[in-house]
């Protein structure tokens, strides 16, 4: 099994910024990618923030692009969300996700959630 333990989440002021950040652990080979995604209130859906691969390459959802910046450290099987100039239609549940490989199948993975509030 795979733990995603996130951290960061919280209450801000719109125009402010957090960072969240997520580990993964357990029993895996390799991590192929990691990402956010996010559900706002009210939705069901959970739609893609960005993500990273472990060669480094990103893609980001066109709401943030410019305003947040994923980042990872394959050594601490971590991942980082820079997200600025957040606005209140940020405010959404964020999950982590990982693709990981064991024993020469991918998997998948997700967090718990961390709430991101964002006020006007």
Known sequence: ?????ESGGGLVQAGGSLRLSCSASG???S???MGWY???PG???????AHIT??????YADSVKGRFTISRDNAKNT???EMNSLRPEDTAVYYCKA?????????QYWGQGTQVTVSS
């Open 54 to 59: 472990s060669r480094g390459s990103t893609n």
């Open 1 to 5: 099994q795979v733990q995603l333990v």
């Open 79 to 81: 991942v980082l969300l």
């Open 31 to 33: 991590i192929n990618v």
């Open 43 to 49: 939705t069901t859906q959970r739609e893609l923030v």
């Open 27 to 29: 029993s895996f080979s």
């Open 99 to 107: 693709l990981v490989m064991r024993d020469l199948l991918q998997y």
């Open 38 to 40: 996010r559900q706002a």
